[in-house]
Each structure stands twice: as structure tokens, then as C-alpha cells.
């Protein structure tokens, strides 16, 4: 095995994977053939790039990040290239990225950009209408595709660039490792079903129904939750996600960390939730990222 991998120094529940820049220099070629815009039109070009990704750590990279992605005791990967060479711009990290989530699965469609990708920038003024860009503001634990139709088996969270950049750190939690899983997933309101809605900027017209918890396949609990989006239907609802978000919040349990540029957090959707600290106010804080989310292959 041609990369190295541990526990991450916050937790051993979360697994790094740190990709050499000589093994990096070895994708600049068979990344050439794909281009951005040929990646976006010809989803089969992303399996031949994912491959390529494959081959050059001998097949080896895709098992791992399958056993990560789907053991309950991690479920988290972050992936760390060395990426200080000049070659590895930008187009680079969205290559990655398609290459490392094609070794999973297959990318839901993003409607917020008509793409299998998204990519946003969170920015010191802000008119948005979500959380995700409102850099002085913290992004509450939560996970992704509450309010589509498609099942969301992961997350991939890519940070592109960042510039006058303090604060804004990762944050994720573990559902096993919270403190009130027992009580608010065992909770009858929880497993009713919420309306889930999104707001205009999603480019999502309906709206989905699904309760708050459920169980996998070995009856254990996963959570499809994001404070913004529920539309509670009744008093016990509405009271119900105030004291749910209460209990994420306030969590001792949750792991907090810089991503460093160019790094990769991989994740399971149904039992990590994710979030971000406020950023410290600057008038030039510029960050972006790429987002990918989809299922596993089966």
C-alpha cells in the first residue's frame, strides 16, 4: 500500500489518508484526458478517471475507503493530498475528488448548480438564503439530502481555496458517540414523519416526508436531520426539533479540526452528522468548496 493511513489525533473513529505527491505526480497525466467539461457531460468519463485514481495505488485505495465508508465503528475518512506543486491547481482537486467518489458510487444530481458537483464559495457579504454561506454564523450539526428525493448515502466535502481565513473549522459528530441518542432516537415524534422543504437557492420544487430517525439494516439507529428545512406539522413537532438541535449542540462529544487546503472530509450521511464554526469577521474571507453526495454501488 503506496499511501499511508491513521487515526486522526481527534478521534479513531475518523481515518487520514495521506496521498505523496510522487503518487500525485502520476495522475497528472491520466487526469489530462478528462477534461472538466467532459467530466460534467459524459458521466463514463468518471469512471475511467476513478480507475486511473485506482491503479496508481494499486487497487487499493478503493477497498479502504469502502471499509471506512461503511464500518459504523469509523465511517469518516479524511484525505489529505500533498499538494504544494504548482500542477495541482484547482481543476486538479475537483479530479480527485470525482476520482475518490466514483470508487464508492454513483453521485446524486445536485440541483443547486445542475451538476454532479457542486461548488460554492462562502464569502464575507452574503445574500444568500441558507446557512451554508453565512460565513458569521455557525453551520449546525447536520446531515445531507433532507429535502430531495434521492437516498443520500455520503458526503464529500472538498476544500478548494481559502484566503484571510480565521476560524470556521469542521465540526462532526459521531451518533453513537452522542450523549442523548437513546433518548430523542427512542422518541415517537422523532419517527414520525416531518415535512422537509428547501429554500429557493436549492432549485428543488417539492417538497419530501420522511421521519427524523430510523434503523439501518442491524437496527441500529441513522438520523436524517438539518435544522433549516423541517416544516414541523404541530406544537409536539416544533418542540421536538428545538430539543433536538439543543442536544446536538451542546454536545461535549464533538470533534472539531482545520481542514487544510486541498484535503478531502468523506462520510458516511447516516450516522456522522457535520457542521462549521463561524468564521472571524474579515472584509476579504474567501473559501471555497466542492460538495459531492450520492450512494454506495451495490
Known amino acids: 500500500m503506496n499511501f499511508a493511513i491513521?487515526?486522526?489525533?481527534?478521534?479513531?473513529r475518523v481515518r487520514v489518508i495521506k496521498l505523496k505527491e510522487?503518487?500525485?505526480?502520476?495522475?497528472?497525466?491520466?487526469f489530462k484526458k478528462h477534461t472538466i467539461l467532459s467530466l460534467e457531460y459524459k458521466p463514463f468519463s468518471r469512471f475511467s478517471l476513478a480507475k486511473s485514481l485506482d491503479e496508481v495505488f494499486e487497487?487499493?485505495?478503493?477497498k479502504t475507503l469502502n471499509e471506512i465508508l461503511n464500518d459504523r465503528k469509523?465511517?469518516?475518512?479524511?484525505?489529505?493530498?500533498?499538494?504544494?506543486?504548482?500542477?495541482f491547481n484547482k481543476d486538479f482537486l475537483v479530479k480527485l475528488s470525482t476520482g475518490l467518489a466514483y470508487l464508492i458510487g454513483n453521485p446524486n444530481f445536485d440541483s443547486m448548480t445542475g451538476k454532479y458537483y457542486a461548488r460554492f464559495h462562502v464569502k464575507h457579504q452574503d445574500s444568500s438564503d441558507s446557512y451554508l454561506r453565512k460565513a458569521y454564523t455557525n453551520l449546525d450539526l447536520h446531515t445531507d439530502g433532507t429535502y430531495?428525493?434521492?437516498?443520500?448515502?455520503?458526503?464529500i466535502m472538498t476544500k478548494m481555496e481559502e484566503n484571510n481565513v480565521s476560524g470556521?473549522?469542521?465540526?462532526?459528530?459521531?451518533?453513537?458517540?452522542?450523549?442523548?441518542?437513546?433518548?430523542l432516537s427512542n422518541d415517537p415524534i422523532g419517527q414520525q414523519n416531518f415535512t422537509w422543504g428547501s429554500p429557493k437557492s436549492k432549485n428543488v420544487e417539492y417538497k419530501?416526508?420522511?421521519?427524523?430517525?430510523?434503523?439501518d439494516k442491524n437496527g441500529k439507529p441513522i438520523i436524517s436531520y438539518i435544522d433549516q428545512f423541517p416544516e414541523p406539522k404541530n406544537m409536539q413537532q416544533g418542540l421536538f426539533l428545538q430539543k433536538l438541535s439543543d442536544a446536538l449542540e451542546e454536545s461535549k462529544n464533538k470533534i472539531s479540526f482545520p481542514l487544510p487546503v486541498g484535503s478531502t472530509i468523506f462520510s458516511n450521511n447516516y450516522f456522522w452528522l457535520h457542521g462549521r464554526k463561524a468564521f472571524k469577521e474579515h472584509s476579504g474571507l474567501s473559501r471555497e468548496l466542492l460538495r459531492i453526495r450520492g450512494t454506495f454501488f451495490h
Open 74 to 87: 469509523t465511517g469518516t475518512a479524511i484525505i489529505e493530498p500533498e499538494i504544494n506543486n504548482k500542477k
Open 168 to 183: 470556521g473549522e469542521s465540526v462532526i459528530l459521531h451518533l453513537d458517540d452522542w450523549e442523548h441518542l437513546n433518548d
Open 22 to 30: 510522487s503518487d500525485l505526480e502520476r495522475l497528472v497525466f491520466p
Open 59 to 62: 487497487n487499493k485505495l478503493s
Open 6 to 12: 491513521s487515526d486522526h489525533q481527534n478521534s479513531k
Open 148 to 155: 430531495v428525493k434521492e437516498k443520500t448515502d455520503w458526503l
Open 208 to 215: 419530501v416526508e420522511h421521519p427524523v430517525f430510523s434503523t
